[in-house]
């Protein structure tokens, strides 16, 4: 039982630390969506998402892949997006290119791996998120 509060006490450790680390990311996105959900009226998420199946997931999935995020916050843009209207398919092809299509990094991605691995993964994750997204469109 002693040997087990020895291992316990580092593992502790290093989640408080892995914790601090992340409270401010949380906290920084959550004053970004605040922010731009002031500075951005709702009716332009409604121009730019007409609601259709199949143009919103692309239109979400080349807005994400020319951002770069963070999994961890995530759901939290998702829900910012999600309370102002935008629908679940663009919210879920945005997410899923945002996370892994990596157009900001493509120099230093092509650089340690090559071009064409470089590129194949991309497109094949630009085109998963969009396809992911439309599927979950219609099993919802």
């Known amino acids: 039982m002693n040997s087990e509060k020895k291992k316990f006490k580092p593992v502790l450790n290093k989640t408080w630390k892995a914790f601090k680390m992340v409270i401010p990311i949380i906290l920084s996105v959550l004053l970004i969506v605040a922010f731009m959900q002031a500075l951005v009226p709702v009716e332009s998420y409604k ?7 199949f143009f919103d997931p692309l239109i979400a999935a080349v807005l ?13 843009i998702g829900d910012g997006l999600l309370q102002s209207g935008v629908s679940l398919v663009a919210v879920t092809a945005f997410i899923i290119s945002w996370v892994t299509v990596g157009l900001i990094q493509l120099p230093a991605e ?7 691995f470089t590129l194949i ?3 094949t994750s630009f085109l998963g998120a969009i396809f992911i997204a439309i599927t979950i469109g219609y099993i919802l």
């Open 47 to 53: 121009k730019v998402f007409s609601g259709n199946i």
């Open 64 to 76: 994400g892949s020319v951002s770069l995020g963070n999994p961890i916050v995530s759901y939290i």
């Open 110 to 116: 092509t650089f340690y791996f090559g071009k064409r």
């Open 121 to 123: 993964r991309n497109a």
